[in-house]
């Protein structure tokens, strides 16, 4: 994108969502890297964005970040229109983590870091150095050479330079990618962090957990989005409610046990003395289905309501997708 | 007209030579290329004597130091940070191209005329100290001295264009230096042409070279600039 002198922005502009597309798309040759993305995320969100590999979430990163021009469509990045005359003012707004730190490694921490405040122009940018590598639990390495440094450590280094300029809006590309649980563990709390400073952050993972735990909201997109929503909204769409019964004995006649009772909706045989029954409610079926089988002499050895994941819903989707050749 | 910020220059630009300087490979290569063009001088100036050195323009050999040596930083500019995946971050921050390709420049630049400029020192101080009587002052005329100085930055800075624009189209920093110097073959062609006296070294020349190699430095950095394209820098293809 070629790039003009910062804009003004708007009150209009002010109160739009931190980020926004309107079915974006983005096509290289005869490859549609995404096509027909659109989703809103709001301020102090923190936003998954989830898919295999291929499927397109660095280069959305990199066409909200404004280092690639969409092929059609519009977005709102920090509330400014998506447009080459407006990279310069939308990248001072946002900051990136790219999935490969990309330190220079033969200069120390300190160095990289105010190389960056200085790209970003930020003011008294030693204590914002500091901040930031408080933040990041590194002071004590402030004057390692990068390339000394372990992959968790340089990991954090990333967080710490994209935290410099104080962005109102943080695209983390596979913020935790080789990192061990310890590391982690760390990067998730800073990102906990991000979120109660009102921080919105735009994170790309693979690992489901992660987003299910970190993320207010997630898209699973495969090239197209395939589904947009909080996790157990996601979960809900896809996965009908079940109950899971276990008994100590096969139940002689399970149709007359399980029929005509509040909420459950049908039944089926998952094992010797298993069922899974489908059900409306929970709450309303658990109750029932524990005294008809009380009555009809059973014992029960569990009810339990079964949990889908948002692994669940994930694999769903990409098999469904794999399933119809794309 | 929009402003270029000097931080931000000054950030690419402090950033790059403090890697020059860390680099176990830059430094010896940037020093030890110009041997080839400084050695030829100081060896004619202690077997020729003051009457045939003075028949042609001998001083202007050095000329090959500026045409060389930014090639070595210049082919690293772009590709050298591709390569260590260091040019994306720097390309999300609010950094302009054109503040981008003058930071890249400068680092090119500024090292490349202090070890020319120093060079040229060796060998006039290697002149005074070893060469015959007379030879001093048959090799180190003042109007080549002159034309020396000066073309030493024109002809640096068409090294880095080339090597510049050679940088941005390759991923391995290495290749595009081998390339870099490859593209500046015709320029020291030219430069010994002109000290073996088959291209005439005179005034009018001169002046026709400095207008022809501003133009072209002009010309390289609205070139390049256009060609810092974000996405092509980022992707290899332009939107």
Redesign the interface.
């Given at each position: 994108m070629s790039e003009g002198d910062e804009v003004i922005v708007s009150a209009a502009e002010s109160s739009a969502p931190a980020l926004s597309a309107e079915r974006l798309s983005k096509r290289f040759g005869d490859r549609m890297a995404f096509d027909d993305v659109s989703f809103a995320v709001g301020h102090g969100e923190v936003f998954g964005f989830l898919g295999p590999n291929g499927a397109g979430k660095t280069t959305i990163v990199r066409t909200l970040g404004t280092l690639i021009a969409p092929t059609a469509g519009a977005a709102t990045v920090a509330g400014i229109p998506l447009t080459p005359e407006n990279g310069v003012a939308i990248r001072r707004r946002i900051a990136i983590m790219p999935e490969s730190p990309g330190l220079y490694l033969r200069l120390s921490v300190t160095e990289n870091l105010e190389c960056f405040a200085d790209l970003y122009e930020v003011p008294d940018a030693t204590a914002r150095i500091d901040r930031a590598l408080r933040a990041v639990n590194l002071l004590d390495r402030a004057h390692d050479t990068c390339g000394s440094l372990s992959k968790g450590f340089r990991q954090r280094v990333a967080l710490a330079r994209a935290l410099i300029s104080d962005p109102q809006v943080l695209f983390l590309d596979e913020p935790t990618a080789g990192l061990d649980p310890a590391a982690t563990r760390d990067v998730h709390e800073l990102i906990d962090g991000l979120r109660r400073r009102g921080v919105t952050v735009f994170l790309t993972t693979h690992r489901l957990e992660e987003a299910e735990r970190l993320c207010d909201r997630v898209a699973i997109l495969n090239t197209t989005l395939r589904a947009i929503g909080r996790p157990s909204e996601l979960r809900e769409q896809l996965f009908a409610r079940t109950l899971e019964v276990r008994t100590r004995a096969v139940l002689p006649e399970p149709g007359a046990v399980f029929a005509g009772l509040p909420a459950v909706e049908g039944w089926l045989q998952d094992g010797p003395a298993t069922y899974v029954l489908t059900v409306a409610d929970p709450t309303v079926a658990a109750p029932a289905v524990t005294r008809a089988l009380v009555a009809a002499g059973a014992d029960v050895l569990s009810i339990a309501e079964a949990r889908h994941s948002l692994q669940d819903v994930y694999l769903e989707l990409v098999d469904e997708d794999r399933g119809v050749g794309r | 007209m929009?402003s270029l910020?000097r931080?931000?220059v000054?950030?690419?630009l402090?950033?790059e030579l403090?890697?020059y300087r860390?680099?176990r490979s830059i430094v010896p290569t940037m020093g030890a290329v110009p041997l080839l063009f400084v050695l030829v001088p100081l060896i004619e100036s202690t077997t020729q004597t003051a009457s045939t050195l003075r028949q042609y323009p001998l001083l202007l050999y050095l000329l090959g130091v500026p045409a060389i040596v930014p090639v070595v930083l210049a082919g690293y500019a772009v590709a050298g940070e591709r390569q260590?995946?260091?040019?994306?971050?720097?390309?999300?921050?609010?950094?302009?191209?054109q503040e981008l390709v003058l930071a890249k420049t400068l680092a090119a630049l500024v090292p490349s005329l202090a070890i020319s400029y120093a060079w040229y020192g060796v060998v006039a101080a290697g002149v005074a100290l070893l060469a015959r009587p007379g030879v001093p002052s048959a090799l180190l005329r003042a109007p080549e001295v002159v034309a020396l100085l000066l073309f030493t930055p024109l002809l640096a800075s068409w090294s880095i264009w080339i090597g510049i624009a050679i940088s941005s189209r390759l991923n391995d920093a290495r290749a595009a230096q081998q390339l870099g110097s490859l593209a500046s073959l015709p320029t020291i062609a030219v430069t010994i042409l002109i000290v073996a006296d088959v291209i005439p070294a005179t005034l009018v020349l001169a002046l026709v070279l400095a207008v022809v190699l501003l133009l072209l430095d002009g010309l390289g950095w609205r070139i390049m600039t256009a060609m810092f394209?974000?996405?092509r820098l980022?992707?290899g293809?332009s939107?």
């Amino acid at each position: 994108m070629s790039e003009g002198d910062e804009v003004i922005v708007s009150a209009a502009e002010s109160s739009a969502p931190a980020l926004s597309a309107e079915r974006l798309s983005k096509r290289f040759g005869d490859r549609m890297a995404f096509d027909d993305v659109s989703f809103a995320v709001g301020h102090g969100e923190v936003f998954g964005f989830l898919g295999p590999n291929g499927a397109g979430k660095t280069t959305i990163v990199r066409t909200l970040g404004t280092l690639i021009a969409p092929t059609a469509g519009a977005a709102t990045v920090a509330g400014i229109p998506l447009t080459p005359e407006n990279g310069v003012a939308i990248r001072r707004r946002i900051a990136i983590m790219p999935e490969s730190p990309g330190l220079y490694l033969r200069l120390s921490v300190t160095e990289n870091l105010e190389c960056f405040a200085d790209l970003y122009e930020v003011p008294d940018a030693t204590a914002r150095i500091d901040r930031a590598l408080r933040a990041v639990n590194l002071l004590d390495r402030a004057h390692d050479t990068c390339g000394s440094l372990s992959k968790g450590f340089r990991q954090r280094v990333a967080l710490a330079r994209a935290l410099i300029s104080d962005p109102q809006v943080l695209f983390l590309d596979e913020p935790t990618a080789g990192l061990d649980p310890a590391a982690t563990r760390d990067v998730h709390e800073l990102i906990d962090g991000l979120r109660r400073r009102g921080v919105t952050v735009f994170l790309t993972t693979h690992r489901l957990e992660e987003a299910e735990r970190l993320c207010d909201r997630v898209a699973i997109l495969n090239t197209t989005l395939r589904a947009i929503g909080r996790p157990s909204e996601l979960r809900e769409q896809l996965f009908a409610r079940t109950l899971e019964v276990r008994t100590r004995a096969v139940l002689p006649e399970p149709g007359a046990v399980f029929a005509g009772l509040p909420a459950v909706e049908g039944w089926l045989q998952d094992g010797p003395a298993t069922y899974v029954l489908t059900v409306a409610d929970p709450t309303v079926a658990a109750p029932a289905v524990t005294r008809a089988l009380v009555a009809a002499g059973a014992d029960v050895l569990s009810i339990a309501e079964a949990r889908h994941s948002l692994q669940d819903v994930y694999l769903e989707l990409v098999d469904e997708d794999r399933g119809v050749g794309r | 007209m929009m402003s270029l910020s000097r931080r931000r220059v000054g950030a690419i630009l402090r950033k790059e030579l403090r890697e020059y300087r860390r680099s176990r490979s830059i430094v010896p290569t940037m020093g030890a290329v110009p041997l080839l063009f400084v050695l030829v001088p100081l060896i004619e100036s202690t077997t020729q004597t003051a009457s045939t050195l003075r028949q042609y323009p001998l001083l202007l050999y050095l000329l090959g130091v500026p045409a060389i040596v930014p090639v070595v930083l210049a082919g690293y500019a772009v590709a050298g940070e591709r390569q260590q995946g260091t040019l994306e971050p720097v390309l999300t921050t609010p950094i302009r191209s054109q503040e981008l390709v003058l930071a890249k420049t400068l680092a090119a630049l500024v090292p490349s005329l202090a070890i020319s400029y120093a060079w040229y020192g060796v060998v006039a101080a290697g002149v005074a100290l070893l060469a015959r009587p007379g030879v001093p002052s048959a090799l180190l005329r003042a109007p080549e001295v002159v034309a020396l100085l000066l073309f030493t930055p024109l002809l640096a800075s068409w090294s880095i264009w080339i090597g510049i624009a050679i940088s941005s189209r390759l991923n391995d920093a290495r290749a595009a230096q081998q390339l870099g110097s490859l593209a500046s073959l015709p320029t020291i062609a030219v430069t010994i042409l002109i000290v073996a006296d088959v291209i005439p070294a005179t005034l009018v020349l001169a002046l026709v070279l400095a207008v022809v190699l501003l133009l072209l430095d002009g010309l390289g950095w609205r070139i390049m600039t256009a060609m810092f394209d974000r996405e092509r820098l980022v992707t290899g293809t332009s939107s």
